[in-house]
């Protein structure tokens, strides 16, 4: 009688015909679907819209009429980042997505730009070394965060950047030496700057990142090559400047020289953080009464990660972002913090990554025992994160997809576009101006954003009898702030 010997059970795996590279893909894509579907939820309801956000709006529809705004352009952004969302904005709201408004496809290209960072994000945690559970966390702190929750679904050029300058620190880590990614880094990091300048603060922690292998004959021609690459794609826009004979100061037109003099010498600033009810320290408290879990945890988690000397550049990063809002005491706005909040979910998952590898090695368990450790660490953790999602950031996240914050800026919208005659002229904010002067020929003096009246000296050429040409004014709580936030409060106004 034949002996058969017992066959072993077969493990049940995850996609287990999947290799690691492609588990990662499938991963890192599953990521951000869950990120765009999250996105998308109450896209236009909730957070209120904002003047910023019409006016990239309108300036990336104005590239399909050949221009780099509906008014005169003053050099007041470089324009890379509309130009990179008119496409796709065009594309969305051609077939009425997410509700059919021409802002509301601005912030649909918002939240395709977050999901593109949170694949990037996940893609550089794992060049990084992490774990692929410490990964997946960095990714989930970003997507359920309140504070970038609400920022990240907005149409800012903060978050049109986010792929570009993380692109860039992913071309930093090749999975194997080379000099062309380092390259590309540059041009990377040079339309990143393009779309958002702040992003430069960056610099420092890409030539940190760039030169932290010990062994690398080639790290001399990588920064190099880098920094050429980099400074050629930044030098085309001064020579746009140039080529458009606005490059220094003139008395008759705007120059790119009294652009830079206004938003570093001459523009109000924000008071300094250790003054005594000073708008920095406003600005930070807000931060943290959104979500003091990210803050708290990405302190923590950027020390630890000090362990390792391929991530040290998250805390020179995090350093040199934060110098502006302690030491400065220029104009700082709130969508400042977008281009950290990647690093800051990073820091935390480095932290948790680094605390697990020392864990493993102090406990120095057999294979058995550390499984069993590794599913008891687990099941706090995920009791710790239903702790803090249930009490701070679930509430948060149900606000989000269930308010609608925009509902007066609905009936005002529909009031103009069907109660207004045509021919008259009408004063709407920013965030109004794409949808209305949509319907009435895109004739930015006919519908006119509320701040060109004073700031815009062609209002002069096409309504010489000054305010009195306006026929209809939109007021509401986002226009009288802006108005005052931009000193337009003078005798003159209607």
């Known amino acids: 009688m034949a002996l058969v010997a017992p066959v072993p059970p ?67 952004h470089p324009p890379v980042g509309w130009l990179s969302m008119a496409l796709p904005a ?14 509301g496809a601005a912030r649909g290209v918002a939240v395709l730009a977050t999901a593109l960072s949170v694949v990037l ?77 702040t992003t430069a603060l960056a610099g420092p922690a890409l030539l940190v990142a760039l030169m932290h292998r010990k062994r690398w004959s080639t790290c001399t021609f990588s920064v190099v090559g880098f920094l050429a690459a980099g400074a050629l794609a930044l030098s085309f826009y001064p020579l746009m400047a140039l080529l458009r004979g606005e490059l220094l100061h003139s008395s008759d037109k705007v120059s790119l020289q009294d652009a830079l003099a206004y938003q570093f010498l001459t523009r109000s600033g924000s008071v300094g953080l250790f003054e005594a009810g000073s708008a920095r320290q406003e600005l930070l408290g807000s931060w943290w009464a959104q979500d003091p879990w990210l803050l708290g945890l990405e302190l923590l988690g950027a020390l630890i990660a000090l362990a390792r000397r391929s991530r040290r550049w998250i ?43 020392l864990a493993r090695r102090r406990l120095a368990l057999d294979g058995a025992k550390q499984a069993r450790v590794r599913r008891a660490l687990g099941a706090l953790a995920c009791l710790t994160a239903l702790s803090v999602t249930s009490q701070h950031w679930a509430p948060a996240l149900t606000q989000r997809l269930s308010e609608d914050a925009n509902a007066d800026w609905r009936r005002a919208l529909e009031y103009v576009q069907t109660q207004v005659p045509t021919e008259d002229t009408v004063l709407v904010p920013y965030s109004m101006w794409q949808d209305v002067a949509f319907t009435r020929g895109n004739d930015p003096w006919r519908v006119i954003a509320t701040e060109k009246l004073d700031l815009d000296s062609a209002f002069a050429t096409h309504h010489p009898q000054g305010w009195r040409g306006v026929t209809w004014v939109v007021v509401g709580p986002i226009v ?15």
């Open 315 to 357: 805390l020179v990063y995090l350093v040199f972002a934060a110098a502006p809002l302690v030491l400065g005491s220029g104009y700082l706005p709130a969508m400042y913090i977008i281009a950290s909040l990647p690093f800051l979910a990073l820091g935390a998952a480095a932290g948790a990554d680094a605390a697990w590898g």
């Open 121 to 197: 994000l996940y893609r550089l945690s794992r060049l990084l070394r992490l774990r692929r559970g410490a990964a997946i966390l960095g990714c989930l702190l970003l997507v359920l965060s309140p504070l970038s929750g609400a920022l990240l679904r907005q149409a800012y050029l903060d978050v049109i950047a986010l792929p570009w300058l993380l692109g860039t620190f992913v071309l930093l880590f090749p999975p194997r030496s080379a000099l062309r990614p380092h390259i590309l880094a540059g041009v990377c990091f040079a339309l990143a700057v393009l779309t958002k300048e």
């Open 10 to 76: 077969v493990p049940l795996r995850f996609l287990p015909h999947l290799g690691r590279q492609q588990l990662d893909t499938c991963i890192g894509l599953g990521l951000a679907l869950a990120s765009a579907v999250l996105g998308l939820a109450n896209l236009t309801g909730s957070p209120g819209l904002a003047e910023d956000e019409g006016t990239y709006t309108a300036q990336a529809f104005a590239a399909f009429d050949g221009r780099l705004a509906p008014y005169t352009y003053w050099y007041d």
């Open 480 to 494: 009288t702030q802006n108005i005052e936030h931009l000193g337009l409060t003078g005798p003159e106004r209607p």
């Open 90 to 103: 065009w594309l969305l709201h051609a077939v009425g997505l997410p509700d059919g408004t021409f802002i």
